[in-house]
């Protein structure tokens, strides 16, 4: 059985629109008119269990409103779902017991209890005996180095321990698959870095299927093997992360530093993204072009430094997005 | 089960943390019922004619015992949190936790009550006792008898205003149609004994939820009647029902159109 199926999957929001000013108002009031937005269009891919997959794309692509139909929050205007064999939307509470789900901008935690108290709650609404829970509150305040605030009242939390206590909130039933909507976001580097390490080791120890969206490039190649790109409620790409990364734009960045300085002009296949007193920076299209076309063009014996990289993967994803608008 | 009573459990450890905040209510609740007590002494102007079948301390006893389940049931847990929390968009993670949002939050209302009620019932009988004096009907039947229908007097209060919030899942702001039912319930419930009124409206009030909020209860205490006792805790019982029906509708419909904001 695989972890996530989806089938043709579409949701299309009817919102009420309104012209401008008071009239407007009045107007909607007695004749209201809608206008529909195909959030999810059609969408298909597998998920197999185990995995952890980068669900990524702009602003308004339709990542939240797929995990939110994933998870039965929200029922699909057309397609199938099967989440670990479960109809999301017919049987939610069965499903509840078997996922986890974090949205970085959404608060479940009681604020006026502490972090220890909001855990045991959470235990207790899964059934997990007392004994069970303490030893995994245990476990958790080790990793994420608790002690700190796990006695001070939520409300009293930095946003970053805050979004900790939630992700651990969303784990204390240790669930087969965990869904995460941008669990980084407003959160210090250090955080960060706390949370994918803790996410790595939850996927390889535990075996949990990790579902996460980002908008942080470091969260998706940091963590992911795989990544679906979705834009307009499309999928744009299902690929592995190395593909991505290392054959999907086939291109290189070369940058030198030069001891003299040299005049260059765009050749077929090098692009000139710098050129600033004796540095330059080179781009460099593996389809025509190889890599010591470019070291001679830059003349060898000139060369004082240099650094041969691969597209930045924030690079790539923006040039995707772009490409991909309509 | 076991889950909804833990939810009560932190509720109540929750509420705890806030307790003092019911304080400051206390006095509000004190110079209302100072400023009610003193108008129907002057209207019944020191004689001791009955109005409609009440004395003037009957008169006030109502008065205070029905003020007891209106404010002793005003936990924001059935009106804003309800709100709050479908506006918000965090209904979301309501609803993929493994318990029904409804019942959990029937269960938080009752915790949440449960400090504030007990405040209200002893700041409300103090008052009770120095200015009408105690009475002589009421004994530790009536005490046994008034439990469970006060109990579900408060129950009801909770679920109609939950079910009130849950209209927030069509309308804008559903805090109107909450202050239109307190209106409703201090009109024709706690300031006027339904003998006060019309026979119309007499009828009409005997059949709403309002005799299982506020008349019944208040009555049973003042007149110690054990029939009185059955056709209220029938018609609450009833009312249950309805209400029960009703939210459970209400809410798998807006669950279903559910559009969850944001994110
Ligand atoms: N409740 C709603 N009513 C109407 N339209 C909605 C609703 N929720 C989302 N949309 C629209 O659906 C589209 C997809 O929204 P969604 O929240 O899934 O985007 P997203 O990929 O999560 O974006 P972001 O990265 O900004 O969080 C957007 O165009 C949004 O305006
Ligand atoms: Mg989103």
Redesign the interface.
């Known amino acids: 059985m695989k972890a996530i199926e989806v089938k043709k999957l579409s949701k299309t929001?009817k919102?009420k629109t309104k012209e401008k000013g008071l009239k407007g108002s009045i107007k909607a009031i007695f004749k209201p008119k809608y206008q529909e937005k195909k959030a999810v269009n059609k969408i298909s891919f597998e998920v197999e269990k185990g995995e952890i997959l980068a669900f990524i794309g702009p602003n308004g692509a339709g990542k939240?409103t797929t995990i939110?139909m994933l998870?039965?929050?929200?029922?699909p205007t057309s397609g199938e779902i099967s989440v670990l064999g479960i109809n999301p939307h017919k049987e939610?509470?069965k499903l509840?017991?078997k996922?986890g789900?974090v949205?970085?901008?959404?608060?479940?935690l009681?604020i006026?209890?502490t972090p220890y108290?909001n855990f045991k709650?959470f235990g207790?609404?899964?059934?997990i005996p007392e004994k069970i829970v303490e030893r995994r509150i245990e476990e958790y305040k080790q990793i994420f180095e608790l002690d700190e605030f796990i006695n001070t009242?939520v409300r009293g939390l930095s946003l970053g321990q805050r979004m900790i206590c939630e992700i651990v909130a969303s784990l204390i039933h240790e669930p087969d698959i965990l869904f995460l909507?941008?669990p980084t976001i407003g959160l210090d580097p250090v955080i960060k870095e706390k949370i994918r390490v803790f996410i790595k080791r939850l996927n390889k120890e535990k075996k949990t299927t990790i579902f996460l969206t980002s908008h942080d490039v470091g969260d998706i190649e940091k963590l992911c093997k795989r990544v679906i790109i979705v834009n307009n409620g499309h999928i744009v790409l299902d690929d592995s992360m190395e593909n991505l990364k290392y054959h999907y734009l086939n291109k290189k960045i070369v940058e030198a530093k030069m001891n003299t300085k040299i005049n260059l002009d765009d050749v077929d296949g090098i692009s000139i993204l710098k050129d600033k007193d004796y540095n330059l920076k080179l781009e460099v299209d593996l389809t025509k072009k190889s890599i010591s076309d470019a070291i001679k063009l830059l003349d060898p014996d000139k060369i004082i430094d240099i650094n041969i990289s691969n597209t930045p993967l924030e690079t790539i994803i923006s040039n995707i997005y772009k490409e991909t608008k309509e | 089960m076991k889950k909804y009573l833990n939810v009560a459990k932190t509720t109540f450890n929750d509420s705890i943390q806030y307790a003092t905040s019911i304080i400051f209510r206390i006095g509000g609740f004190t110079i209302t019922m100072l400023i009610l007590i003193s108008l129907w002494n002057f209207i019944y102007s020191g004689n001791d004619n009955l109005i409609n079948g009440y004395s003037l301390k009957e008169m006030i006893w109502y008065l205070l015992l029905a003020e007891i389940i209106t404010f002793g049931s005003g936990s924001k847990v059935a009106t804003n949190e309800v709100k709050n929390c479908i506006k918000s968009g965090n209904i979301a993670y309501q609803v993929t936790k493994p318990y029904s949002y409804p019942i959990y939050v029937i269960f938080k209302f009752i915790a949440d009550t449960f400090i504030r009620f007990i405040i209200f019932l002893l700041v409300a009988t103090t008052l009770g006792l120095i200015f009408a004096g105690p009475l002589e009907t009421f004994n530790i039947q009536t005490l046994i008898i008034s439990i469970p229908v006060f109990f579900l007097a408060v129950l009801i209060t909770g679920m109609t205003r939950i079910l009130i919030s849950l209209s927030s899942f069509w309308v804008e702001d559903s805090t109107p149609f909450q202050n239109v039912y307190s209106k409703i319930i201090l009109i024709f419930g706690v300031f006027f004994p339904m003998e006060m009124f019309p026979s119309i409206i007499r009828t009409i009030v005997r059949f709403s939820p309002i005799y299982g909020v506020s008349y019944g209860p208040a009555k049973l205490v003042i007149s110690s009647s054990f029939t009185l006792f059955k056709e209220v805790i029938l018609s609450q019982i009833i009312i249950i029902i309805v209400i029960s029906i009703l939210i459970s509708i209400v809410y798998r419909k807006g669950a279903r159109k559910l559009n969850v904001n944001g994110g």
């Open positions: 929001f919102s939240s939110k998870t039965g929050i929200l029922f939610r509470k509840a017991y996922i789900t949205f970085g901008q959404k608060e479940q009681w006026h209890l108290d709650f207790a609404i899964y059934d009242p909507d941008e």
